[in-house]
């Protein structure tokens, strides 16, 4: 096997890794080799000092009091919503609204957009590769709405059939729901293009990026998509923070989705006026701590360079590509011609928990199971899979150390 840790492009993977404390640690008195970064990633120093400085310094309320530490910690909670508006390209802040995750931006959308647009014998459009959280929210407007759920399929490699995707799209269609990229399989969607051809009928498109902002350039301008969703605990960032980017023309029409303190401009027994964007979909006291990390998260990405990640994974995956076709009786799930981080596999006599388990003895974090995407695990014939997913700190000797302990995985079953 191929060793070292710098590519073509220097990528100083070894400094990076010294940013992530818990890296450093051993698991079952094996170095930790983390590669189950498309359920969470490992955090960066500076996401839990800034998110220490806000408890330690700045702990209060924001856009209510008066007093010096509301006034740090509204400046900091809004810094944050810039800086997610700069790493989206977005043209304003209040295209930017702070939710729970991914998955409470997507509900957001279809329980207040959809709730508004959608009528009876309208359709929705997603495609087969979906995670759960893009599926269930459509599932149930579709049930409430007696609107239909349509499903674009995919090829034998994982990609969405894109002559079926724009068959399915039509004159009823009023939303069209897609992944950026894949957690299942890691297909990257050609998302602009795929938007383009939505919008040629009238569709509004969300796009969801959970898998895609830990590793690509997400441009707002460039995919021109109306919605746009993320996670912050997969994106080197806390958990219970996410985002829901959206066109200000559309957000503006939208009804508010909680009702609470914050999202109101006036309240009377008799009318509340509500809020203007983001905070008429903020309701409550947000995760202040959350978004300064979430911030501090994406800037650390932005200084390393979103391009040069991109570039680093993609050696990083084909390496891994190569290497995991080396081990008899492996086979992968999802050979798209663009992929992204993430390498889906099944082992012939072995079921994927087994795997996993086996490897987790020796320090190796991977995720086995339908990967809350059970129908794309139904499409390819399989129940589960083992997936190791990557992120810009994994190297060369770890995905070395992966093939290893499939060795030991072998031994074990032999
Ligand atoms: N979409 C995709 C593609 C995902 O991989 C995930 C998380 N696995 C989600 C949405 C949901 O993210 P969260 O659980 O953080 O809301």
């Not at 220490?52 to 530490?69: E, I, K, P, W």
């Not at 944050?80 to 409470?104: C, D, M, Q, Y």
Request: proline share 4%; net charge negative.
């Amino acid at each position: 096997m191929r060793t070292g840790t710098k590519t073509a492009s220097q990528f100083d993977v070894q400094r990076i890794r010294a940013d992530f404390p818990a890296l450093a640690q051993t698991v079952h008195g094996y170095p930790l080799v983390y590669l189950d970064n498309a359920a969470t990633s490992q955090k960066p120093r500076v996401v839990i000092d800034e998110m220490m400085r806000f408890y330690t310094q700045d702990c209060a309320n924001v856009h209510r009091g008066v007093h010096l530490l509301s006034e740090r910690s509204t400046a900091a909670y809004e810094g944050a919503r810039e800086t997610v508006r700069r790493f989206l390209n977005a043209r304003s802040t209040r295209e930017i609204v702070f939710t729970r995750g991914a998955t409470e931006a997507v509900n957001l959308v279809a329980q207040t957009y959809g709730r508004a647009n959608v009528g009876p014998g309208d359709e929705i459009l997603i495609t087969a590769l979906e995670h759960h959280s893009n599926i269930v929210p459509w599932q149930m407007l579709a049930e409430e709405k007696q609107a239909v759920l349509r499903v674009a399929p995919v090829d034998d490699r994982g990609e969405v059939i894109l002559e079926e995707f724009e068959r399915l799209i039509g004159p009823r269609t009023k939303i069209v729901a897609l992944a950026h990229v894949s957690n299942a399989l890691g297909t990257i969607n050609p998302a602009a293009e795929m938007v383009r051809i939505a919008h040629r009928e009238g569709a509004v498109v969300l796009v969801d990026g959970a898998q895609a902002v830990p590793h690509m350039q997400a441009d707002m301008r460039r995919l021109d998509c109306d919605f746009y969703v993320f996670s912050g605990h997969k994106t080197f960032g806390p958990t219970g923070i996410g985002v829901l980017y959206g066109k200000a023309a559309l957000l503006e029409a939208m009804p508010p989705w909680q009702g609470g303190g914050d999202m109101i401009r006036s309240v009377t027994f008799e009318k509340t006026l509500y809020n203007d964007l983001p905070y008429k979909f903020e309701a409550g006291t947000p995760h202040i701590a959350g978004a300064i990390g979430l911030g501090a998260a994406l800037d650390y990405m932005t200084a390393i360079g979103m391009d040069r990640i991109a570039e680093y994974e993609h050696e990083l995956l084909e390496y891994g590509t190569e290497a995991l076709l080396g081990v008899e009786g492996v086979r992968l799930i999802g050979t798209a011609r663009k992929k992204a981080a993430v390498l889906s596999f099944v082992m012939e006599g072995v079921h994927p928990h087994d795997i996993a388990t086996i490897l987790d003895r020796r320090g190796i974090a991977i995720r086995a199971g339908h990967h809350c995407a059970q129908p794309i695990m139904e499409r390819f014939g399989v129940p589960a899979t083992s997936r190791v997913s990557l992120a810009f700190y994994n190297t060369r000797q770890e995905i070395d150390a992966l093939v290893e302990g499939l060795g030991w995985v072998k031994e074990v079953f032999a």
